[in-house]
């Protein structure tokens, strides 16, 4: 079975000094995935499960585990084998899941639904912000005023490539406006001097977490895909675009992030599974991109990963 997958950048920084993720892995980050803290969304509640930190590289550890997606299906019709159209009243609990992987040497991440109806990246970005914010909530009313817990900027940016781009938009006819969103970066990047001054400098003189730039009716779309490509996910791109029949689409990160397929040898064991995705991420150049700050973030933490590692006889 052909199973696809996306490319994001889990991007996690606290406080208003934009502190990285892994300065806080063991107090914070890891014991809020492991919590199994619920988040509601009207019939729908969802959960992270199956918590585990693996040895990815002689360079590396990965945090992995299954966003689930607990609901009740309602079916009021159906058809018979012959054609015939009847009604019907059942319901059935259902829970479909995604499988996730973050590098955590540069906080890359793989994100693979397991089937219609699984959460969708955008679903894991706020739940994470929900768990973990919770989380540092209910920790933060156990200690005094001089040691609470800085809260989370979570960011989950789907990271395109030149050809994902390409094939969004080889329908386009137009773009009506380009809008790109910035925010702390834990450990990155920018790619240009200019993306810099406008995601760093500037936020931090005017006092501001996010901001956003907005280009009104650009008329490159190729100047368009060279910056969101570039960017790897540094930024947050919408495009509001008018396509070759003249009908009205926006496209966010997550629909234009690189996607890549996996041939599943058993779907119906997850850890399986997850080893096969595990597998495929050593083959992909975007998940294993590291920088220096990356390696200095990480070598500097890595004691904080180190005894949360699964063991093989686990």
């Known amino acids: ?19 990285p993720m892994l300065d806080f892995f063991d107090t914070v980050i890891y014991p809020a995935f492991k919590s199994k803290n619920i988040r509601i969304i009207n019939d729908n509640s969802y959960l992270f499960l199956n918590i585990e930190i693996h040895e990815y590289s002689p360079y590396s550890h990965v945090l992995t585990g299954v966003l689930v997606r607990k609901t009740t299906l309602e079916i009021k019709s159906d058809l018979t084998s012959d054609g015939n159209l009847i009604e019907k009243d059942e319901q059935y609990s259902t829970a479909p899941y995604s499988l996730f992987a973050i590098n955590l040497r540069n906080h890359r991440m793989v994100f693979m639904p397991n089937q219609k109806g699984s959460p969708s990246l955008a679903s894991f970005q706020s739940t994470a912000k929900h768990v973990i914010n919770s989380y540092i909530k209910t920790e933060n009313q156990k200690r005094c005023n001089d040691n609470k817990l800085e809260y989370a900027e979570i960011h989950v940016v789907g990271i395109p490539n030149a050809e994902t781009i390409d094939n969004l938009l080889d329908n386009v006819k137009k773009i009506k406006r380009l809008t790109l969103r910035f925010y702390p970066l834990n450990g990155d990047i920018d790619y240009s001097e200019a993306f810099d001054i406008l995601t760093n400098q500037m936020r931090k003189t005017l006092g501001c977490k996010t901001g956003e730039v907005v280009f009104n009716n650009p008329k490159s779309i190729t100047g368009a895909k060279k910056i969101i490509a570039q960017a790897g996910g540094t930024i947050s791109p919408i495009l509001k675009v008018t396509t070759n029949e003249n009908s009205e689409a926006t496209f966010k990160d997550d629909t234009m992030s690189e996607r890549y397929a996996l041939e599943v040898v058993d779907d119906s064991d997850i850890t399986n599974t997850k080893q096969q995705l595990l597998d495929k991420m050593t083959e992909i150049e975007t998940v294993n991109y590291t920088n220096s700050q990356h390696n200095d973030i990480y070598n500097r933490n890595k004691a904080k990963i180190i005894p949360f590692v699964r063991q093989e006889d686990d």
């Not at 079975?1 to 502190?19: L, S």
């Open 1 to 19: 079975m052909v199973k696809n997958f996306q490319i994001a950048n889990f991007n996690v920084t606290f406080g208003n000094e934009a502190i």
